[in-house]
C-alpha cells in the first residue's frame, strides 16, 4: 500500500533530517514508527503527506508510492482524495469552530449527500462516544483528549484508507491513550484501516501495532513484528539514550 524507498530529506536545502529511511505499509497493516526527539518521525510522515515543501523542506532522495502513485508529484489534497489522510502532531482543530463543525469540515473534499454526511457522523460518535456529549463545544474549549479525538474523527470522516498519525499520545493521560488506541485497533481490526502512526510512547505502539520500524537520526535502525520487537529489553534502554550501538549487537 504504502512503500517508503531509501528517502533522504533535508530542510532549507542545509538541514539533513532523512538519510535513506526505507519502511512498507502493507494493506490492512497498522504500523509504528518509533524513535526519540529528532530522531525524524514526523519529517517521515510529512514526506508520506507531501507536506515537506510548506515548511521549506524536501525529499532529495528514494522514493514514495502510494497505490500506485508517486507522492512526490502528488498534492497534499489528491492524497487525501486517494484514501491518505494525515493527522498532524498537535491535535490541529479549528479552535473557534464546534466539535461537530470541525468533524463536517473533514468531509468537505468528498461529494457527500447529507445523508451520507450525517452517516458518518454517527460513525465517528459511534467511535470516540464523547464526542457527541461535546458537539456543541467549541473546540478550543475542549480537553486534550477531546481535541486529539476530533482531530481523528475529522480525519475518519474522509474516509481514509490509510490514516497517518502524528504522536496522538503526547500530553494525554494514560487512559485516554488506551482508549485512542483501542478504537483505532479496532478500526484496523474490523474494518481493515491501514494505519502509520509515530509515537515516542513505544509501549502503546508496541501493544497496538502489528509491525514497527525504528527510526534514530533519520536512519532506520531496526523493524519487525511488534510481538518480536516487545522481547527486546535493550528496546527501553534505547530511548533512554544508550548507543543504538548496542541496541544492533543486541539483534
Ligand atoms: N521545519 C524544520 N526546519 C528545520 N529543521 C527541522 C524542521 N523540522 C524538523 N527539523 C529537524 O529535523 C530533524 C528530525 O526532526 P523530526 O521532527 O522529524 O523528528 P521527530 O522524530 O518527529 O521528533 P519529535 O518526536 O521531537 O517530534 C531534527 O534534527 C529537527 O531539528
Known amino acids: 500500500m504504502l512503500q517508503i524507498d531509501a528517502v533522504e530529506a533535508v530542510y532549507q536545502n542545509a538541514i539533513a533530517a532523512l538519510h535513506g529511511v526505507s519502511l512498507n505499509v502493507r494493506a490492512g497493516e497498522f504500523h509504528a514508527l518509533l524513535g526519540a526527539n529528532g530522531a525524524?518521525?514526523?519529517?517521515?510522515?510529512?514526506?508520506?503527506?507531501?507536506?515537506?515543501?510548506a515548511q521549506r523542506g524536501k525529499v532529495t532522495a528514494g522514493s514514495i508510492v502510494f497505490d500506485g502513485h508517486n507522492v512526490g508529484r502528488t498534492s497534499p489534497a489528491a492524497l487525501v482524495r486517494l484514501?491518505?489522510?494525515?493527522?498532524?502532531?498537535?491535535?490541529?482543530?479549528?479552535?473557534?469552530l464546534t466539535v461537530e463543525e470541525n468533524l463536517l469540515t473533514g468531509g468537505l473534499g468528498r461529494s457527500s449527500s447529507r445523508t451520507e454526511l450525517a452517516k458518518d457522523l454517527e460513525r465517528v460518535y459511534a467511535i470516540f462516544p464523547h464526542l457527541r456529549d461535546?458537539?456543541?463545544a467549541l473546540a478550543?474549549?475542549?480537553?486534550?483528549?477531546?481535541?486529539?479525538?476530533?482531530?481523528?474523527?475529522?480525519?475518519?470522516?474522509?474516509?481514509?484508507?490509510?490514516?497517518?498519525?502524528?504522536?496522538?499520545?503526547?500530553g494525554l493521560?494514560?487512559?485516554?491513550?488506551?482508549d485512542i488506541f483501542r478504537q483505532l485497533k479496532r478500526l484496523n481490526r474490523e474494518e481493515g484501516l491501514s494505519i502509520l502512526v509515530a509515537e515516542q510512547n513505544s509501549t502503546v505502539a508496541l501493544q497496538y501495532a502489528d509491525?514497527?520500524?525504528?527510526?534514530?537520526?533519520?536512519?532506520?535502525v531496526l523493524a519487525g513484528t511488534t510481538a518480536e520487537l516487545r522481547q527486546r529489553s535493550d528496546i527501553q534502554s534505547f530511548y533512554f539514550g544508550e548507543s543504538v550501538a548496542t541496541l544492533q549487537a543486541a539483534a
Open 40 to 53: 525524524g518521525k514526523s519529517t517521515t510522515l510529512k514526506a508520506v503527506s507531501n507536506l515537506l515543501p
Open 211 to 220: 509491525r514497527a520500524t525504528v527510526l534514530d537520526t533519520g536512519v532506520a
Open 173 to 178: 493521560a494514560p487512559l485516554i491513550v488506551q
Open 140 to 170: 478550543g474549549l475542549t480537553s486534550g483528549g477531546e481535541q486529539q479525538m476530533t482531530a481523528i474523527g475529522r480525519a475518519l470522516m474522509s474516509r481514509p484508507r490509510l490514516l497517518v498519525l502524528d504522536e496522538p499520545s503526547m
Open 134 to 136: 461535546k458537539r456543541r
Open 83 to 96: 484514501g491518505l489522510v494525515t493527522v498532524l502532531e498537535g491535535r490541529h482543530c479549528f479552535r473557534s
